[in-house]
């Protein structure tokens, strides 16, 4: 008995060895580091619906939502500089992340106002992509003797016409500016279609951002469906982060493997779960108190690509037209995408940028070229000084996908900030 055991136990100790090393070289191959002084970042989920209302979310007279003033903004960890503590920002009286509140009042002669417009990739280049594109602009002799005032008018969730009511408010309102950048495509197409498919309008502001807030006014509009969605929702991101928890504080690589694949399979279900809630319908509309527009009663189906196309060229137009009219610049960017790219992906930037079970990558992907196509007619055409920016990421060769949405690591900020100085010198202003 006494060698039987001896047996087993050697088996064992030999089988739990051998596994470690498998999975050593298994995360070396996959990060190129050695596990036990190495700690790979994971993909962070999207946000849940509730999340948008613990982060203190409002409905807006004008803009559809916005932040209430005052809320706390953070650089996500994975997104930081190595060593640096990133400011800490609060939304201003308008709900925007900013340093300054607004309408912004020049105090000097030489300052130019540069508003930053887009969705949450706006809001992330705000912060991330900004101090690069100053620093670039600072190279040239017309701005090098001037301060530059970034001013964000960006937020998660926004596509046009919002940014083009915005713009059109802040204007009437008395806000000044040199150049305006708008940075923008993803939600034109991604976001229009998920309202296309719940039967709204797709013009109309994200059904992601306005249906918990119209459901938290109109307690009536979270059906039974929608609250079993909702509470998977909030269960798989609870499970999500115990799992990245748990791996953060592991230093076993068998039990890394063994926890990454977890959250892997978590993570797509989290994934499709929130496309799930986003197509669920809410009760009639018509018990709502905030109403939103319905697509068409001979609608028989989701918007063309053209379709989307146009609406997002209009936005644009409308923009350059108000601006042109100040004296003042306008540069329009469309962002790339990792569903409609012709980027090669390592393994390791797949597993976070790709997923099979995205409810954007179709529209995307379809879209995409009807985008590129009207900006040549439509926008370039007629003077708009337009960035097709989709393939600035090809021949990066470090991870640029910080999320499988639609989101950019530091290094991709600062590309695309790059990309758009070269841009904006080229275009018609007082620096040419």
């Known amino acids: 008995m006494n060698r039987v055991a001896a047996r087993i136990i050697t088996s064992v100790i030999a089988f739990a060895v051998a596994a470690e090393l498998v999975a050593l070289a298994a995360y070396y191959v996959d990060t190129g580091a050695l596990f036990y002084v ?24 004008y803009f559809g939502f916005t932040h209430a003033p005052g809320t706390p903004y953070e650089i996500p960890e994975t997104l930081r500089a190595p060593g640096v503590e990133p400011p800490r920002r609060t939304t201003n009286n308008y709900g925007f992340v900013s340093a300054h509140a607004y309408p912004f009042r020049r105090t000097r002669d030489d300052q130019v106002v540069v ?8 809001v992330f280049f705000c912060e991330l992509g900004a101090p690069r594109l100053l ?36 204007l009437a309102i008395g806000q000044t500016f040199d ?24 013009a109309m502001p994200s059904v992601q951002h306005m249906d918990p807030l119209v459901a938290l006014i109109n307690q009536s509009a979270l059906t039974p469906d929608k609250l079993d969605s909702l509470s998977a929702i909030v269960s798989g991101r609870r499970r999500l982060t115990e799992l990245t928890a748990r791996m953060r504080s592991n230093r076993i690589a068998t039990v890394n493997a063994v926890l990454e694949r977890m959250y892997q399979r978590g993570f797509d279900d989290y994934t499709r779960q929130l496309g799930r809630f986003s197509n669920l319908p809410s009760n009639p509309p018509a018990n709502a108190l905030v109403q939103v527009a319905t697509a068409p009663k001979d609608a028989s189906h989701a918007p063309s690509a053209a379709a989307l196309a146009a609406t997002w060229t209009s936005g644009s137009r409308l923009m350059h037209d108000m601006l042109t009219a100040r004296g003042a610049a306008y540069v329009h960017v469309l962002q790339p995408n990792q569903y409609w790219t012709r980027r090669r992906f390592s393994e390791a930037e797949a597993a976070v940028a790709l997923n099979e079970a995205s409810p954007y990558r179709n529209s995307v992907a379809e879209a995409y070229p009807a985008l590129v196509a009207a900006a040549k007619s ?25 999320d499988n949405c639609c989101h950019y690591t530091r290094v991709g900020n600062e590309r695309l900030a790059d990309v758009i100085a070269q841009s904006i010198l080229g275009a018609a202003g007082p620096w040419r």
Do not use: M
Request: charged share 25%; net charge negative.
């Open 38 to 61: 190495h700690r790979k970042a994971y993909p962070e989920p999207l946000p849940t619906p509730e999340d948008r209302l613990v982060v203190r979310e409002a409905v807006h007279p």
């Open 115 to 122: 508003g930053l417009f887009g969705g949450s990739v706006g």
């Open 135 to 170: 620093e670039a602009l600072k190279r040239d002799a017309w701005f090098r003797d001037r301060e530059i005032v970034p001013l964000c008018f960006s937020h998660e969730g926004y596509k046009q016409p919002q940014q083009a009511l915005v713009l059109a408010y802040f």
């Open 179 to 202: 150049l305006v950048v708008n940075i923008d495509g993803f939600n034109d197409v991604a976001l229009a279609t998920l309202n296309a498919g719940r039967g709204l309008e797709s």
């Open 378 to 402: 439509d926008l370039t055409a007629r003077g708009v000084a337009f960035l097709d920016a989709t393939g600035v990421f090809d021949d990066e060769p470090s991870p640029v996908y910080l």
